[in-house]
């Protein structure tokens, strides 16, 4: 086979999955777990909503965070897989609740619960799943956890219904964004890597530098989402290009072009993101206008700005492997976009 063939079959090999190799063994017992939670004896239908998202390739970011910082101060009980499960269980029900609110037919390259049952199933399961997930962290018997996943809980839910309120209105501005994006995404990532350190042991100003290494971890990671949607492929953003725009969500990149429209932009925007009349032609006159303002380069340019405070945070924690890799998955996070 000559060089070309050979780079074809080469699978590169990211930081996830670094990450995903050296916790293989935690992430088994979570999967174990994940399936033995999310079983129903009365409602068969639970599972089969559950097992369609949660067993749809999905990388387990967000509990391999829990993992590896408990692992990175040498956690050597069982707690840390029951909260990884946790932090999964919360996420996928807030994925099944989301694409009600967004009536979205695709979801990790698959159709939606939603689209494949009904809208009641997905909220019900998905409320099923945080049920579950709180029964998993009150085993742990540690109320600091608790609270932490409680309020981020919490905090989610908060995000989202300031979206409903934010993502069609104009006067949005890269703060509120910024809250928004804190909310529905951060604040999971956030919790997820304190919550781990916290069940370690770790000092106070180590749990504080992975709650904030998860937080700017978060806002990197929605903000590259929100660009990959005026440009990625279907296949890596795990929805249709465009989605963001169709449901008229006022994200970075659109912020930043509105903030500099003039008056015949300003029109198309109020038409086709407030108004909500789109017609064929208005997405790529869409991107036409944000290339026009750099609004691409500049939210990535924040996005980059994120990462290096995610990175900047480890700086706080002891010298360990995965130390190493979570700054490789910072750097990852953004490289998606090149």
Do not use: C
């Amino acid at each position: 086979m000559d060089g070309a063939g050979d780079s074809a079959v080469q699978k590169t090999v990211t930081p996830q999955d670094r990450l995903s190799a050296l916790l293989a063994e935690d992430m088994a017992a979570v999967n174990l777990l994940i399936r033995q939670r999310m079983a129903s004896e009365h409602a068969p239908r639970i599972p089969e909503v559950t097992a369609h998202l949660v067993e749809a390739g999905g990388k387990r970011l967000r509990p391999l965070l829990t993992l590896a910082a408990a692992r990175m101060f040498g956690y050597a009980g069982g707690d840390h897989v029951k909260l990884a499960a946790t932090v999964e269980f919360i996420h996928t029900a807030t994925l099944l609740h989301d694409d009600v609110v967004d009536e979205s037919h695709r979801r990790r390259g698959r159709p939606t619960a939603n689209l494949l049952w009904d809208n009641k199933s997905s909220v019900l399961v998905g409320d099923y799943l945080f049920s579950r997930s709180f029964q998993l962290m009150v085993e742990t018997g540690n109320l600091r956890v608790l609270d932490i996943l409680a309020n981020a809980s919490a905090t989610i839910a908060e995000g989202e219904v300031l979206q409903l309120t934010a993502a069609q209105d104009l006067g949005t501005d890269e703060r509120i964004y910024l809250q928004v994006v804190r909310g529905k995404t951060a604040a999971l990532f956030a919790a997820a890597t304190e919550v781990g350190g916290i069940i370690a042991g770790a000092g106070e100003a180590e749990v504080a530098a992975l709650r904030d290494y998860g937080d700017a971890l978060g806002i990197a990671f929605q903000i590259v989402d929100d660009i990959l949607d005026y440009g990625g492929s279907d296949a890596l953003i795990g929805k249709n290009t465009g989605d963001d725009f169709r449901e008229r969500k006022l994200t970075l990149p659109l912020i930043k072009a509105v903030a500099k429209a003039d008056a015949e932009e300003r029109a198309f925007w109020v038409r086709v993101i407030e108004k909500g009349d789109q017609r064929d032609g208005d997405l790529a006159q869409a991107m036409e206008i944000l290339r026009r303002h750099d609004a691409i380069s500049a939210a990535r340019a924040d996005a980059l700005a994120w990462t290096g405070r995610a990175k900047a945070a480890l700086f706080n924690l002891p010298a360990h492997s995965l130390r190493d890799t979570l700054s490789e998955l910072a750097d990852f996070v953004v490289g998606r976009l090149s």
